[in-house]
């Protein structure tokens, strides 16, 4: 999907179309009063709020990582993970606004329920992501894929309103490559024999598996294009980076690529975090990383809820103010989704941590999961499932938060 959660948002506010907007950060008070009328009659239609009124880049002050922009905005080097602040600096006229996780999950349904309605053969690859197998699907060859791929495009837009990019080619590899080529609302084919012309050209870094790291060392050996690593001796790449690795990356800078588009996948946990817009201390912030902490247990076990997965292992992540990570786990005895027993497990978790340093990131995660269902087959009795969290003990007198 095209800029998926910008896009979402221009959908609410079709007067920002063509201008500068980033999406990103927490939901702020200048977010509130923007749907409110000034004179405090109440709500007002967000259609109808002038351009001058929303709240600009350059006035934001906290430490919020951009989800995505649109591509007004990404004319200036604004691109998604990267700081709000340094962002400022490079687009300060840059509309901002916060993330609605429950709109883009509702378009994200909805634009892929209309996919499997055509090609029901679908990976799915995250919130505006997905992996599609035309091989069986009728008139899926035609044109090399690009009549249904059109098909897609255009029953995409009737239903959401919303715009996306697809790239056809033999195998996953090339085709998630092939989909970056014509953004926005583009189509893209990549046959066997585009290889040299139109892959080897590349960065590895455009590579799905080559990170920032990898990237970092192949350009230090002096291998900076998808074809300098095909030119590569597979013993060299071994040597450098591993048997299985160096293999892989040879094959890869071939055009090669035989995993199939897998259609059901379970997870293996399910979490929430979040970074404050500042540093928090254990105990002078503590009502408020208690609030924090019950409402990140709250969400997952909603999640949980919603998808229908218990899980055993409840875990926690820390980041402080140095940049450095403390995570911790405990294991229950029987799984649950209970937001209760999360927060209670959690809390036990924070006890086998040290506090003394200012916080600046705070996560909740659920692991070692199983489908309710099969759970239940089994003859295993669950926790039982509520949100009615227990009331918070006193934060001046309870330990940790």
């Avoid at 979040?274 to 924090?292: G, K, N, P, Q, W």
Wanted: charged letters at 25%.
């Amino acid at each position: 999907m095209d800029a998926f959660f910008a896009s979402v948002e221009l959908l609410r506010y079709p007067q920002l179309k063509g201008l500068p907007v980033v999406i990103g950060g927490g939901r702020r008070r200048a977010d509130d009063l923007l749907l409110q009328n000034p004179d405090g009659t109440g709500p007002r239609e967000p259609r109808f709020i002038p351009v001058a009124e929303f709240p600009l880049l350059k006035d934001y002050v906290g430490r919020g990582v951009i989800t995505t922009a649109t591509y007004a905005a990404r004319q200036f080097g604004v691109g998604s993970a990267m700081g709000m602040m340094k962002a400022a600096r490079l687009c300060p006229q840059a509309i901002v606004l916060p993330v609605d996780f429950d709109e883009v999950r509702r378009y994200s349904r909805l634009f892929k329920h209309t996919i499997t309605e055509i090609a029901p053969v679908m990976q799915d690859r995250g919130v505006d992501e997905v992996y599609i197998d035309f091989t069986d699907v009728p008139g899926g060859q035609r044109e090399g894929g690009r009549v249904l791929a059109r098909l897609i495009q255009k029953s995409i837009f009737e239903k959401t309103g919303l715009t996306c990019s697809i790239g056809v080619a033999p195998n996953r590899l090339l085709a998630k490559m092939a989909s970056e080529f014509n953004k926005p609302n583009g189509i893209s084919i990549v046959y066997a024999e585009d290889l040299q012309s139109k892959i080897w050209p590349l960065n590895v870094r455009k590579i799905n598996g080559i990170g920032p790291k990898a990237g970092e060392k192949l350009a230090a050996l002096g291998v900076h294009t998808i074809g300098d690593l095909a030119a590569q001796d597979p013993q060299w790449l071994m040597g450098h980076f591993g048997q299985s690795t160096g293999a892989w990356m040879h094959r890869v800078a071939w055009g090669q690529d035989d995993s199939p588009v897998v259609t059901e996948s379970e997870p293996v946990s399910m979490s929430r975090e979040t970074t404050f817009e500042r540093d928090l201390h254990a105990v002078r912030d503590r009502a408020e990383l208690s609030r924090i902490f019950t409402d990140l247990c709250q969400r997952v076990a909603e999640d949980l809820q919603r998808k229908g997965y218990v899980g055993k292992t409840i875990g926690i992540k820390l980041r402080y103010d140095d940049f450095k990570t403390a995570t911790r786990d405990h294991t229950l005895p029987t799984p649950t989704q209970d937001a209760a027993t999360i927060r209670h497990t959690a809390g036990l978790c924070l006890k086998r941590v040290p506090l003394e340093r200012r916080l600046r990131l705070l996560g909740v995660r659920v692991g070692a999961l199983v489908r309710l269902s099969d759970h239940l087959l089994l003859g295993d009795v669950p926790v039982s499932t509520t949100n009615r969290l227990p009331r918070q003990p006193d934060p001046h007198t309870a330990p940790l938060f």
